[in-house]
């Protein structure tokens, strides 16, 4: 009988999938009642929305690891790679408070040494952050073991290391520009309601966010396709959906750096 205990990667993916989401609680109440900006948005904005980005990341990941069989599941690899993200995480979300709660950025902010130093920090941490998703993606495909279908299987390699790559390329875009925009944002230029998406000039964040969404939309469709298609229809939808999605990742790159705003896209 397969071993069936939760190992250490799951339960510290878990663990930090729960902090963030306390992360979250705090930051929406701090929200509603501290009504301070950074630039045109409220200081907590940002630790609000990384809270919710990296919480999913961390129980995706959680789900995936459990599923795998025991050799993988409760071994040290993963378990180092789970404390990794999960510290990672930690790091950058108790920066990205701290900043909020002094009003100042955390991103692009290169005002003094240390903050240099702490934007080139978080960067190392968000690349441990992503790598920590090939790394889970690799190991369910390698694991015989694991109980993951053929289709789900390359559902979650694809997503996973396909995202991952895919998350790398547009954040070290944005980073190398110091600025998400292609272009100038006016002073109240019009924007996305809750992502805060320029309607103006081009956007990378919107590359980005499918980039490292990308991590569970593609797994999602090899679960429903594995469960409602038989195997090679299966694996088929899996592949134009990983396909597509890329796909859709790469326009919205070339037309951002293109200087294109969101409805100019298509």
């Excluded at 240099?116 to 694991?143: E, H, K, N, P």
């Excluded at 090899?222 to 899996?238: E, H, K, Q, T, W």
Aim: proline share 5%; net charge positive.
């Amino acid at each position: 009988m397969m071993d069936a205990r939760p190992g250490t990667a799951e339960l510290v993916l878990w663990t930090g999938a729960l902090v963030m989401a306390l992360m979250l609680a705090l930051a929406a109440v701090l929200w509603t009642i501290d009504k301070r900006l950074i630039g045109e948005v409220s200081v907590w904005a940002k630790p609000m929305k990384f809270a919710v980005s990296l919480a999913v990341h961390m129980a995706t990941l959680a789900l995936v690891v459990g599923l795998l069989g025991a050799g993988w599941r409760t071994g040290s690899l993963l378990a180092l790679v789970a404390a990794a993200c999960a510290l990672a995480s930690l790091g950058e979300m108790i920066w990205i408070i701290v900043q909020a709660a002094r009003q100042q950025a955390s991103h692009f902010n290169l005002a003094t040494p240390f903050t240099r130093a702490m934007y080139t920090a978080m960067a190392a941490g968000a690349v441990v952050i992503t790598l920590s998703a090939a790394a889970v993606g690799v190991a369910a495909f390698l694991d015989r073991e694991a109980e993951i279908g053929p289709a789900l299987r390359m559902a979650v390699l694809l997503g996973f290391v396909g995202g991952a790559v895919l998350t790398l390329i547009t954040a070290f875009t944005i980073g190398s520009r110091l600025s998400p925009h292609v272009g100038t944002h006016p002073p109240g230029g019009a924007r996305m309601a809750l992502t805060g998406w320029s309607f103006v000039v081009g956007d990378l964040r919107i590359a980005h966010f499918l980039a490292t969404h990308m991590i569970q939309a593609i797994p999602l469709v090899g679960l429903i396709a594995a469960r409602s298609l038989p195997p090679p229809a299966a694996m088929a939808a899996v592949w134009i959906a990983a396909v597509g999605w890329t796909g859709l990742v790469w326009l919205a790159y070339q037309q951002a750096l293109a200087g294109r705003p969101l409805p100019r896209l298509l």
